[in-house]
């Protein structure tokens, strides 16, 4: 008797706890409000994107695009037809962009960042430790990266080659619309990158050679 007196206050409470759930159901979402095309999921393969549409412009001739935020990478206004995929051997960007031919061509030199090799020499010891920069070390983490090293070497670091790695095209068209504004650290953040000088070396406990 007190079994089933147990078991019947057991379903009566579950009940109720059910009851007071669904009256206090979640709010519900078409499918119409989800992602970016703003319909209903059969009626997929209506859906067409928007046509990308990149800069065909020739090198010389297109117009440089602003930057999205300060020291952003700079997007390709021109055309990259026959420039990809880039490799070490194969990089016809630097052709425009080294520093040494990029202002008689009215094109943007990539900068001193790009010239410095942050690379540490690096390989194993014969006890099997890790050796930096001639320096034997237990662990390679470092929250003031004291084993990075800072060394000039006046040319593109072979770590940037790939410059297709930040720097792509801009296609014509908004899948979405855009309401970043973007409030730059420099009064010439929209054209040029402030990491030059010291700040490129701003919080390494290191020297640079």
Same mark, same amino acid.
């Given at each position: ?8 206050? =057991? ?5 109720? *706890?059910?009851? *007071? =759930?669904?009256?206090? +159901? ?18 997929? &393969? @209506? ?22 935020? %300060?020291? +952003? ?10 420039? #990809?995929?880039? $490799? ?7 052709? /425009?962009?080294? !520093?040494?031919?990029? !202002?008689?061509?009215? +094109?943007?030199?990539? !900068? ?9 020499? $690096? ?9 930096? &920069? ?5 662990? @390679? ?14 040319? #593109?670091?072979?770590?940037?080659? &790939?410059?297709?790695? /930040? ?13 970043? %504004? ?6 010439? =953040? ?5 990491? $030059? ?8 406990? @290191?020297?640079?050679?």
């Amino acid at each position: 008797m007190k079994l089933v007196t147990k078991l019947g206050l =057991g379903l009566a409470v579950t009940s109720f *706890i059910v009851f *007071i =759930g669904c009256s206090q +159901a979640q709010p519900t979402y078409s499918e119409e409000s989800l992602g970016l095309r703003k319909v209903d999921l059969y009626t997929e &393969n @209506t859906v067409m994107p928007e046509e990308t549409k990149y800069n065909k412009a020739s090198p010389s001739s297109s117009k440089t695009i602003a930057r999205a935020f %300060q020291d +952003a990478p700079p997007m390709i206004p021109h055309d990259t037809e026959g420039m #990809l995929p880039i $490799t070490v051997n194969n990089n016809q960007c630097v052709s /425009c962009h080294a !520093p040494e031919v990029a !202002p008689s061509l009215g +094109a943007l030199p990539y !900068p001193k960042s790009h010239m410095i090799n942050f690379r540490p020499d $690096t390989h194993l010891a014969k006890d099997g430790k890790i050796v930096k &920069n001639g320096k034997e070390i237990d662990n @390679t983490s470092s929250e003031k990266l004291e084993y990075v090293t800072i060394k000039n070497i006046n040319k #593109l670091s072979g770590a940037r080659f &790939n410059c297709s790695q /930040c720097h792509a095209p801009q296609s014509e068209g908004e899948l979405v619309g855009n309401t970043f %504004q973007p409030d730059f650290t420099n009064k010439d =953040g929209m054209k040029k990158s402030s990491w $030059t000088g010291s700040k490129l070396t701003e919080g390494l406990d @290191t020297l640079m050679e």
